[in-house]
């Protein structure tokens, strides 16, 4: 089946323009993660989403990010007067709302690459 | 709050070969999951192993297998028989054990690149 999609791809722009990135979780999926990787970095955690509601937005690292989930399914990230600093591999991921193990199994997507000029 | 530490930024093994990546945490929960992934280039992440922390036996996929050690609070991958297409960013990640109906996070360490060679 279809897995996590993201677009754009790749992403090019001007210091101070917003950009919006998108996110279309597995079908079916109830929870959506973000997570930002830097160069040299790890995945750093910014927001999951349990269907529209998002309980946890401890990592968005300032009032210039934001993100939504509409009808339970896509995501959007948007950016706001974006700056050098942001540019990075912005990927999602979803996984299915059967949590008897314990866990939720993560799907990810293969990321959108944002680069601020 | 949970850290995950990985020490060695890269790592080359020969192809047929066996290569260890290392990886350390430090948490307080005491029902966890620690994985390992795998990112190609084409910057899909993939699942390459899982181990639940209540289990005392280490997890072992085909030709990936981890040395799991609560006490010292260390999780790491073996690779068996290397392969070319092997080669790629290895992510150790933590997750704490979640009640039913919520989800967790996953923190990652910062990557091994592992090359294989000829």
């Known amino acids: 089946g279809a897995g996590v999609s993201q677009s754009p791809s790749n992403k090019v722009t001007e210091k101070g323009k917003d950009v919006e990135l998108r996110c279309d979780p597995i079908?079916?999926?109830?929870?959506l993660y973000w997570y930002r990787q830097s160069l040299g970095q790890g995945l750093e955690f910014l927001i999951y989403?349990?269907?529209?509601?998002?309980?946890?937005k401890s990592g968005l690292p300032s009032d210039r990010f934001s993100a939504e989930r509409t009808g339970g399914s896509v995501s959007t990230l948007t950016i706001q007067r974006t700056q050098q600093e942001d540019s990075a591999v912005y990927l999602c991921?979803?996984?299915?709302?059967?949590?008897?193990?314990?866990?939720?199994?993560?799907?990810f997507g293969p990321g959108t690459r944002l680069t601020v000029t | 709050a949970q850290t995950v530490t990985q020490s060695q930024p890269e790592m080359s093994v020969q192809e047929a070969e066996t290569v260890t990546l290392s990886c350390t945490y430090d948490t307080s929960e005491n029902n966890y999951y620690l994985f390992w992934y795998k990112q190609p280039p084409s910057r899909q992440m993939i699942l390459v192993i899982r181990q639940e922390a209540y289990k005392q036996q280490n997890a072992t996929e085909n030709r990936f297998s981890v040395n799991f050690q609560k006490a010292a609070k260390s999780f790491s991958l073996k690779i068996s028989d290397s392969q070319l297409g092997d080669t790629a960013m290895y992510f150790c990640a933590f997750m704490k054990h979640v009640a039913t109906g919520t989800a967790s996070k996953l923190t990652f360490g910062t990557g091994t690149r592992l090359q294989v060679t000829l």
């Open positions: 989403f349990q269907g529209n509601s998002a309980p946890d």
């Open positions: 991921a979803s996984s299915p709302p059967d949590l008897l193990a314990g866990y939720n199994e993560q799907y």
């Open positions: 079908s079916g999926h109830t929870a």
